[in-house]
């Protein structure tokens, strides 16, 4: 077996691919990309079990079909060195002895039969499939994502979960703290379904996709989904369970309403934090056109407070929030403006960009902290 490929090309689809190996394995074969001629083509797959991308790169040159298994980080740290040219690979089908020359360079290593490599066992039942745009997938994720969870005893939230209707699709991502719900009417896949999407995966897939134009073919099984383009597939296992009843999360009446310049709220918010609790608490005093931002850390007898002009009229309203999750979450609205929806001190807020694209609703909901007097 013997094939010729630009080296340029061979390191870019490879680093995408290396985003899914894990850098401690229990099986050693998976420390290696499994390369398959076929057609062709070179179709380089990494997998970690779960979650699996195969990268297809057109060769210059090509004898013979096959497939060996190449070490991860030798194959990657030797591309990086190598100048822009030419590779010419040739491999031993008896040893699997790999010779890899270029213009003015020599090396030799040993692959492993490709063969011992894991494949993904064939689903019998028939998949949904829907097509969606690239950049909606990777904008969707990127909306949400960051809400995502990471507390290992709640594994049914460390992902982003899919809420597949005929019109539209509902991403939802949350930790339990706070919870941001995004609704994509741009996609409309015509069928109904959910599945949540694991972080790792989901943030290699917004990764990939962002480099990539045209649509992608989504096909969901009863235990994974696969997305494909004419260069990548990207295979992900669900999560196992049922996702929450994030509607019955979402207040639907939160009378007091508040719009504020969003660069000016963060920036506030972040200078005042500097004087609260490490993961403590932002307080916000909300007045007639005017909004106090404050903190405190006892301890060291440190206070801050910053007001800011904001359009409200209504009762005086005193709420609490987690500086982190508080910055995390205005930091998250694209917004110049941004509404702040709320009805008591011990309710969860509402943040909404004021401007949103055509076809979308965003929004995220924060749970409150005690406010003490400061």
């Known amino acids: 077996m013997k094939f010729t490929i630009a080296s340029k090309s061979l390191l870019s689809h490879l680093s995408a691919v290396s985003k899914v190996v894990s850098q401690k394995n229990t099986i050693a074969i998976l ?151 995004y609704v994509n009417s741009r996609v409309q896949p015509g069928f109904e379904g959910s599945f949540i999407l694991p972080t790792k995966p989901a943030s290699i897939l917004s990764s990939i996709l962002s480099k990539e134009a045209g649509d992608v073919k989504v096909m969901i099984d009863s235990k994974s989904v696969s997305f494909e383009t004419e260069t990548y597939t990207v295979n992900c296992q669900f999560i196992n369970g049922k996702y929450p009843n994030y509607n019955a999360a979402i207040p639907q009446s939160n009378p007091y309403e508040l719009i504020v310049d969003r660069t000016l709220f963060l920036n506030a918010i972040r200078r005042v934090a500097v004087f609260a609790t490490e993961g403590g608490l932002i307080q916000l005093e909300i007045s007639d056109s005017k909004i106090t931002i404050k903190s405190q850390d006892l301890e060291y007898s440190l206070s801050a407070k910053e007001s800011l002009d904001c359009d409200y009229s209504g009762d005086v309203l005193t709420v609490g929030f987690n500086k982190d999750k508080l910055i995390e979450v205005v930091s998250n609205i694209s917004s110049d403006n941004l509404i702040l929806r709320l009805s008591a001190p011990g309710r969860p807020g509402l943040f909404i960009p004021i401007e949103q694209a055509e076809k979308e609703d965003w929004l995220a909901l924060l749970m409150p902290m005690v406010v003490p007097n400061m």
Not at 75 to 89: A, G, H, I, R, T
Not at 141 to 168: C, H, N, S, Y
């Open 31 to 181: 420390d290696n990309f499994l390369f398959t001629i076929k057609d062709n083509m070179l179709i380089a797959t990494g997998t970690d079990k779960e979650n699996t991308i195969t990268a297809r790169m057109e060769l210059l040159e090509c004898e013979g079909e096959g497939s060996v298994a190449v070490n991860v980080k030798r194959m990657l740290e030797l591309l990086k060195e190598l100048p822009d040219q030419s590779l010419v690979f040739e491999v031993d089908d008896n040893n699997f002895e790999i010779h890899l020359q270029y213009h003015n360079g020599d090396y030799k290593f040993v692959g492993v039969d490709g063969n011992e490599y894991p494949r993904k066992e064939e689903e019998p039942e028939a998949k949904l499939e829907m097509i969606i745009p690239a950049s909606e997938i990777t904008k969707s994720i990127e909306k949400t994502i960051f809400a995502a969870g990471t507390d290992q005893l709640r594994p049914i939230m460390m992902g982003v979960l899919w809420d597949i209707k005929p019109e539209d699709i509902v991403f939802v991502a949350s930790d339990t703290h706070k919870l941001v719900r």
